[in-house]
Nanobody, 121 residues
Framework: QAQLVESGGGLVQAGGSLRLSCAAS????????VGWYRQALGKQRELVAA???????NYVDSVKDRFTISTNSAGNTLYLQMNSLKPEDTAVYYC???????????????WGQGTQVTVSS
């Protein structure tokens, strides 16, 4: 079973950039529903950016034109490029993949361990 390992979080000033990475042991980020969630302290987890199984990208309104979700050509790494960061982007960020495991459509949901992003004003 693939595991997801995140990296790239940290402390950055407002207006700065970070790139988060999510590595899997095999190609699961193409052809499956994958994405990035975040959870700020005291708030519910929210979907930030995602690829549908057809490959189209969707973003929550608050990050449109600032964040970009992408994968590498091998399909085993998922990225989230975050530009023009704001203090309200401060949260723990999680990658996730809904992986179909057989032709009947059975699937498993994989999550990364989370990486902290802190944006100072």
């Amino acid at each position: 079973q693939a595991q997801l390992v995140e990296s790239g979080g940290g402390l950055v000033q407002a207006g700065g950039s970070l790139r988060l990475s999510c590595a899997a042991s095999r190609n699961i980020f193409r052809g499956n529903r994958v994405g990035w969630y975040r959870q700020a302290l005291g708030k519910q987890r929210e979907l930030v950016a995602a690829f549908g199984s057809g490959g189209s990208a969707n973003y929550v309104d608050s990050v449109k034109d600032r964040f970009t979700i992408s994968t590498n050509s091998a399909g085993n790494t998922l990225y989230l490029q975050m530009n023009s960061l704001k203090p309200e982007d401060t949260a723990v960020y999680y990658c996730t993949a809904h992986v179909v495991v057989n032709v009947e459509g059975a699937a498993i949901d994989l999550w990364g361990q989370g990486t902290q992003v802190t944006v100072s004003s």
